[in-house]
C-alpha cells in the first residue's frame, strides 16, 4: 500500500484531480481559457508552416510572419462584424422563419401521407420560436463573444510573440523547490498538445471543409440563405459525427420544402459523399488511428461530455477523450497489426512441434 502511494502513477493521478479541481474553480473564465488555448494552438501550426513555406523563397522572420497573420485575422473579424453581423442575424430568422413554416402534405404521397400526423405532433413551429429566442438572445449578448475573443487574441498574440522567454523562465522552476511538481505537469502539458490540440486542429480543419463542400453543393441546389446555413454546418461540423446527423434534420426540411423528396435524396447522398471524404482521406490525413473511435463511444462521450460541460463538451468532449486515453496509454493498432500479433504465437507454437 506504501509503494502504491509513493507510485508515479498515484501522484499522476492526484495531479491530474487538482488541475481538474482548478479549471472548476476558474469555470467562469473557461471561455477565455479555452479560446486562447485553441488560438494559439491554431495560429502557432499556421505561422511555422506558413514560415517554413516562405523561407523557401525569402529570408523571414517568424515573429513578423505572426504578427502579419494575426492583423489579417483581425481585420478579417472586423470586416464580417461590420458588413456581414446585421446579414447574418438577418438570415438566421428568416432560416428558423422557413423551417417553423415548413407543412407536410399528406395527399404528395405515400410517404407524406405517414409522416404528416407524426409532424403535426411534433408542433416544430413551437420549438423553433423557442430556437429563435434563443438565438436572438444570443446575438444580443454578441459583444460579451467579441470582447471574449479579441482578449485570446491579444493573449495568444503575446504568448506566440515571446514564446522562447516563456519556455526559458518555465524551464527554471525545475530546479525550484517544485521541481517533481513541475516534471509532472511538463508530462501532462506534453500529452494535452499532442492529443487534444491535435484532435481540435483536426476538427476544425474537418468543419471548414465540409462548410465550404457543402455550401457550394447547396448553391447548385438552389438553397436560400447560404450563409447562416454555412455558419450552422461549420459549427456542427465541430461536433464529431452527432453534428453530421443534428445537420440532416433542417437541411431535409429546407430541401424538401423547395424541391420535394428529390432534393432530400440529394442531400442524403452529400452527406454520404462529404462522410466518406472525412472517413477515408481527411481523418487519416490529419489523425493517428487512435482518434477512430467506434461510434458508440463517440456518441457516449459527446453525451455526458455536454451534460457536463454545456456547449463547450461537444467541441472538446473527443479531444478530453483522447487526452485521458493518451494518458493511459490506450492504443487501438489497425486491423492488420492485430493480426500479425495474434498471428506470432501460432507461428511460434508451429516452430515448437
Known sequence: MVDFFRSNGFKRFIILIGVAVALYLMWSMINLILLTFIITYLMNELSTSATKGLRRFVPINEKAVIVTLYLLLVAGIVAVIYKYLPVV?????????????????????????????????IELGKYLEQGVDLTLTNLTNIGKVIMHVFIAL???????????????????????????????????CKIFVRSFGKVIEAQFVIAAVNCIVSVIALYFMGFPHLIALGIMLFILGLIPVAGVIISLIPLSIIAYSIGGLMHI?????????????????????LMSAKTNLPIFYTFIVILFSEHFLGVWGLIIGIPLFMFLLDILGVTSAPEEELQKKMAVPDNKDKQIE
Open 265 to 285: 435524396v440529394y442531400i442524403l447522398i452529400i452527406v454520404v459523399v462529404l462522410h466518406a471524404l472525412e472517413a477515408y482521406f481527411l481523418n487519416p490525413k
Open 154 to 188: 491579444i493573449l495568444s498574440l503575446f504568448i506566440l510573440l515571446e514564446k522562447k522567454r516563456i519556455m526559458e523562465f518555465t524551464a527554471k522552476f525545475k530546479d525550484s523547490k517544485i521541481g517533481p511538481l513541475y516534471d509532472e505537469l511538463t508530462y501532462f
Open 89 to 121: 442575424s438577418q438570415q438566421i430568422t428568416q432560416l428558423f422563419n422557413l423551417i417553423a413554416a415548413f407543412n407536410l402534405n399528406p395527399n404528395d404521397n405515400e410517404i407524406a401521407r405517414y409522416l404528416a400526423p407524426t409532424f403535426e405532433k
